[in-house]
């Protein structure tokens, strides 16, 4: 059995004396797992960084086995992606992330996204916003994904801006006010037709929706513990985008 791709390194651990274990998104063949023969010498440690994209070669005598693969470089972002810490943590949350999914499976518009936000790790808002539409997309998925289209009780699609905590559907201004302490806020920019970017304040809500029935659904039902470096990401970039609106408010005063 052979095949080839490009794929996104998600994380790589030792495997006997000098190869190392490298766990791969692929486009067409998902997340992928494969023994790289000398994986641990200095020519080939810099390619084998999380957040690289690199060209695969997977080859095993049985579809079902562990197989090889053989690795060649295409963009070494590994460097840059360890500058500053909404990046390091925003790899590790991603790939986790993607071990909620069965291996094998393929999730083509998952490695296009995963691909675009590591590109983008550098703004604190475009990488919060991109991640969590990105957990929106895994919850989805999963077969737990929320309807942010229209109001759950009239309808409308307009005035969005609670979802109901039982259902995962957005609900009009109107609708919810009644129980408007049992709702969770739907943050402005994930709106239906959402024109303006997100705030720290619409960031926070934002990660506090998903991280909700992330644990309702995923982890609580598989006696997980939340991922810690989904907290260190959000507090990374809830922190780094605090400061730019700071700075944004000291030059327009």
């Not at 080839?4 to 063949?29: F, K, N, P, Y």
Request: aromatic share 6%; charged share 25%; proline share 5%.
């Amino acid at each position: 059995m052979q095949w080839q791709s490009e794929a996104i390194i998600l994380g790589v651990r030792r495997h006997g004396e000098s190869s190392v274990l490298v766990e791969v998104m692929t486009r067409d063949r998902g997340r992928h797992l494969g023994m790289v023969r000398g994986g641990r010498s200095r020519t080939m440690q810099p390619v084998l960084q999380p957040g690289n994209r690199v060209a695969v070669v997977w080859r095993a005598r049985l579809d079902e086995h562990l197989g090889e693969f053989r690795i060649e470089p295409v963009e070494l972002r590994a460097a840059r992606l360890m500058e500053t810490a909404t990046a390091v943590y925003g790899v590790q949350a991603m790939g986790a992330l993607l071990r909620l999914l069965p291996e094998r499976d393929p999730h083509p518009h998952l490695y296009d996204a995963l691909d675009v936000i590591l590109d983008h790790m550098g703004d604190p808002l475009d990488a919060g916003e991109l991640f969590v539409r990105f957990e929106l997309a895994v919850l989805n998925d999963l077969g737990y994904g929320l309807d942010l289209t229209e109001c759950a009780a009239t309808g409308r699609r307009d005035e969005l801006v609670y979802v109901s905590p039982k259902s995962g559907k957005a609900v009009s201004r109107d609708a919810g006010a009644p129980y408007a302490d049992r709702m969770l806020a739907l943050p402005p920019f994930l709106g239906q037709g959402a024109q303006k970017s997100a705030t720290r304040a619409g960031m926070a809500e934002a990660f506090r929706l998903t991280g909700f029935f992330l644990h309702r659904h995923v982890y609580e039902p598989r006696g997980m513990s939340e991922n810690s470096a989904r907290d260190g990401f959000v507090q990374a970039a809830l922190k780094a985008i605090g400061r730019m609106e700071e700075e944004r408010l000291r030059q327009a005063g």
